[in-house]
């Protein structure tokens, strides 16, 4: 084989490597953009149906709103927690109460007491005041009316709104 065509080969084995570079590129391109375009449509069903289900559960929560929150529902069950509410607060006072009482329900009647415990002395009153007995508080005076007419000591009508 002569040295010409020896290169001619050459270049024919480098020019057919090329075009299969070409089309080996050409063809990954066109699985590349398939699966780009898949990609694509995946993703569009996916926002749609996240758009559905977002929409389903809005119209879920308006209905177990329109249910739950009637006035009678909020009414009942606010009434409810007012009741345990009151009970709850109430309790403290409760056990006072039967903690104070109970020495009187035995037998043997109630053990004197020389120095009540401090929230259990005579009628929830505490320290000294304990000790003092109670007395009704003085009745305020009334407050003499307001003068009517003129202040100077003239004497004029007085004029009473709505009349001229």
């Given at each position: 084989?002569?040295?010409?065509?020896?290169?001619?080969?050459?270049?024919?084995?480098?020019?057919?490597?090329?075009?299969?570079?070409?089309?080996?590129?050409?063809?990954?391109?066109?699985?590349?953009?398939?699966?780009?375009?898949?990609?694509?449509?995946?993703?569009?069903r996916l926002s749609a149906q996240q758009a559905a289900d977002k929409a389903?559960?809005?119209?879920?929560?308006?209905?177990?709103?329109?249910?739950?929150?009637?006035?009678?529902?909020?009414?009942?069950?606010?009434?409810?927690?007012?009741?345990?509410?009151?009970?709850?607060?109430?309790?403290?006072?409760?056990?006072?109460?039967?903690?104070?009482?109970?020495?009187?329900?035995?037998?043997a009647g109630p053990a004197p007491l020389r120095d009540p415990p401090v929230?259990?002395?005579?009628?929830?009153?505490?320290?000294?005041?304990?000790?003092?007995?109670?007395?009704?508080p003085p009745r305020p005076t009334p407050a003499p009316p307001p003068p009517?007419?003129?202040?100077?000591?003239?004497?004029?009508?007085?004029?009473?709104?709505?009349?001229?």
């Amino acid at each position: 084989m002569s040295a010409v065509d020896y290169r001619a080969e050459a270049r024919a084995d480098k020019a057919a490597v090329a075009e299969q570079r070409r089309q080996d590129a050409a063809a990954a391109e066109q699985r590349r953009a398939a699966r780009q375009l898949a990609d694509d449509e995946r993703a569009a069903r996916l926002s749609a149906q996240q758009a559905a289900d977002k929409a389903r559960r809005k119209e879920d929560k308006a209905a177990w709103r329109r249910e739950k929150l009637t006035a009678q529902n909020v009414y009942r069950t606010g009434t409810l927690g007012l009741v345990v509410a009151s009970g709850l607060a109430s309790l403290p006072a409760q056990v006072m109460h039967f903690v104070e009482i109970s020495p009187s329900r035995h037998p043997a009647g109630p053990a004197p007491l020389r120095d009540p415990p401090v929230g259990l002395d005579s009628g929830g009153r505490r320290g000294r005041d304990a000790r003092r007995p109670r007395t009704a508080p003085p009745r305020p005076t009334p407050a003499p009316p307001p003068p009517r007419g003129r202040q100077d000591g003239r004497s004029t009508p007085v004029r009473r709104p709505g009349r001229l």
